[in-house]
């Protein structure tokens, strides 16, 4: 839970900068860009640590499903922040993918960790 909180003010600190360096501009696209994905990977690795500690083994299947229900996810959010909320296109989406590759690289990283601190001693 703790590396959850970490990258929320990580996300949460950029996309302040990124106001800033635009003036306001654009405050809301960033904001719906960074929402989507930093939810996706918050709670896709407090599912995995979760299985994790209950079995390590079950973090392969986890994450299987969790691919699933993000897909239908993403497309949701990414469908209804363009035409439903009419966002501006170029920035959300520009947020989107940096946040989005962003946060699943801090992820991948997170799950390295993981299984390399936990790794049986030879």
Do not use: N, Q
């Not at 900068?17 to 990977?41: C, F, I, N, S, T």
């Not at 918050?42 to 299985?51: L, M, N």
């Not at 296109?89 to 299984?115: D, K």
């Amino acid at each position: 839970m703790r590396m959850v909180a970490w990258i929320i003010l990580t996300s949460v600190a950029c996309w302040l900068a990124a106001v800033a360096l635009l003036r306001g501009a654009m405050a809301a696209e960033l904001l719906l860009g960074m929402a989507g994905p930093l939810a996706a990977v918050a709670v896709s690795w407090i599912v995995t640590e979760a299985a994790f500690k209950r079995d390590p083994a079950s973090v392969t299947s986890t994450m299987t499903m969790a691919f699933g229900a993000k897909v239908v996810f993403f497309g949701a959010y990414v469908a209804g922040a363009l035409r439903l909320l009419h966002v501006e296109p170029r920035p959300f989406v520009v947020s989107f993918v940096c946040y989005f590759v962003a946060l699943y690289i801090a992820e991948a990283v997170l799950l390295r960790r993981l299984f390399s601190d936990h790794r049986p001693a030879s």
